[in-house]
């Protein structure tokens, strides 16, 4: 079975082919430069990319892999995301099932960042699903590859969110993430500057924004002045030892938050065994040394995609593809897009 994935919810155009579980091509235009004059992803700026490069990124695919089958199923990534991106992936991919006779899958994004985990190793069910971006953390209930529960989430900013805010106060250029860590990782964390936020509760919910915003004020009072200009350019030997340490201990409070939400949700699930960790902060060192040793400790498993599967990209959508249509699901062709804050609907029907 041959899956054509399609991925624009953000600032990423991306297409791929699975054939049977295999990847057989990907591509891939970022947008980062674009964005990057303006501090962020500008919405309009970045449905006018996408739509400038699906079409001839469809045609390099293509070429490139030159498959032999037709293409069975079409996945797409319908949410959630920016609306106009997500609008012409998902206008491009209903003009190319219906021209080609395919079948039409709207992918959850979301999911699709913790299912592609299972890409190149047996991902067990039950599981946990730990999804920290740019622009969501969330704990998922894995069952089976449709059958998620979401079990938490951020009330407000997300894991990555926090590091590219606190980040760019000190000086780093968006996104943050990768210099945030080099630099904590040349640190020593107090684990008593930044407390540990929205612990003293029984649920799996998170909230980094007080966090964020106590971060900020330690650096204005302490370092503004005394640092006005740091360079998180090649040589980090450079960075002043206090900011080092400071990053640390910032990187120490997000990522011991995020592990005693772990720990809780294996305690309240305990027929769960393994826990898959996805999403640009998945790279974080700190947060993957801590995931590790919290499964070893509990006897389970840690599944982490490989980096390039990690951040946006089209195979996670073509692999999800696959694994749905395997088992018979499809969208009919009026299937809805939805953007960042609306759930998505249980809508798949079986073919
Ligand atoms: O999943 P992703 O590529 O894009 C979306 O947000 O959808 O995640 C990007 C986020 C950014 O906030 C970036 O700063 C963060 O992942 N990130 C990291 C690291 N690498 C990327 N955060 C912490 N440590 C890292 N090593
Ligand atoms: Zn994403």
């Given at each position: 079975m041959l899956c054509l994935g399609i991925e624009t919810s953000c600032d990423e155009t991306a297409l791929a082919?699975?054939?049977?579980?295999?990847?057989?091509?990907?591509?891939?235009?970022?947008?980062?430069?674009?964005?990057?004059?303006?501090g962020g992803v500008v919405p309009e700026l970045a449905s006018r990319e996408h739509y400038r490069f699906l079409g001839t990124l469809f045609d390099e695919l293509m070429s490139k892999v030159n498959p032999s089958n037709?293409?069975?199923?079409?996945?797409?990534?319908?949410?959630?995301?920016?609306?106009?991106?997500?609008?012409?992936?998902?206008?491009?991919?209903?003009?190319?099932?219906?021209?080609?006779?395919?079948?039409l899958i709207g992918i959850d994004h979301l999911r699709a960042h913790l299912l592609v985990a299972g890409l190149d190793v047996n991902l067990p069910f039950p599981s946990l699903g730990l999804l920290v971006s740019g622009g969501h953390t969330q704990i998922y209930r894995m069952d089976a590859?449709?059958?998620?529960?979401?079990?938490?989430?951020?009330?407000?900013?997300?894991?990555?969110?926090?590091?590219?805010?606190?980040?760019?106060?000190?000086?780093?250029s968006y996104p943050c993430g990768l210099i945030f860590d080099k630099v904590s990782k040349r640190g020593t964390p107090d684990n008593k500057l930044f407390s540990k936020p929205y612990l003293n509760n029984d649920n799996l919910d998170f909230s980094f924004s007080g966090l964020?915003?106590?971060?900020?004020?330690?650096?204005?009072?302490?370092?503004?002045?005394?640092?006005?200009?740091?360079?998180?350019?090649?040589?980090?030997?450079?960075?002043?030892?206090?900011i080092c340490d400071f990053c640390a201990s910032f990187t120490l409070s997000l990522v011991e938050t995020l592990v005693e939400?772990?720990?809780?949700?294996?305690?309240?699930?305990?027929?769960?065994?393994?826990?898959?960790?996805?999403?640009?902060?998945a790279a974080n060192s700190t947060l993957r040394e801590a995931m590790e040793k919290l499964m070893r400790?509990?006897?389970?498993?840690?599944?982490?995609?490989?980096?390039?599967?990690?951040?946006?990209?089209?195979?996670?959508?073509?692999?999800?593809?696959?694994?749905?249509?395997?088992?018979?699901?499809?969208?009919?062709?009026?299937?809805?897009?939805?953007?960042?804050?609306?759930?998505?609907?249980e809508d798949m029907k079986t073919c």
């Open positions: 082919l699975v054939e049977d579980g295999i990847v057989r091509g990907h591509v891939l235009a970022s947008q980062s430069d674009v964005h990057a004059l303006f037709d293409i069975d199923v079409i996945g797409v990534s319908r949410g959630p995301g920016l609306l106009g991106g997500l609008l012409t992936g998902v206008a491009f991919a209903k003009a190319l099932a219906f021209g080609l006779g395919a079948r590859p449709a059958s998620f529960s979401l079990l938490g989430r951020t009330l407000d900013d997300a894991a990555g969110e926090a590091f590219d805010k606190v980040g760019a106060l000190l000086g780093m964020k915003t106590a971060a900020s004020q330690y650096y204005l009072q302490n370092f503004r002045d005394k640092f006005p200009q740091i360079h998180f350019d090649n040589d980090l030997s450079k960075v002043p030892q206090a939400k772990i720990k809780r949700a294996l305690d309240y699930y305990p027929d769960v065994k393994s826990l898959v960790l996805a999403g640009g902060v400790e509990r006897k389970g498993h840690l599944f982490v995609p490989p980096p390039k599967h990690c951040t946006d990209n089209a195979v996670m959508i073509a692999y999800s593809t696959w694994r749905l249509a395997q088992i018979g699901y499809c969208h009919d062709l009026d299937m809805t897009t939805i953007p960042k804050g609306t759930p998505i609907p």
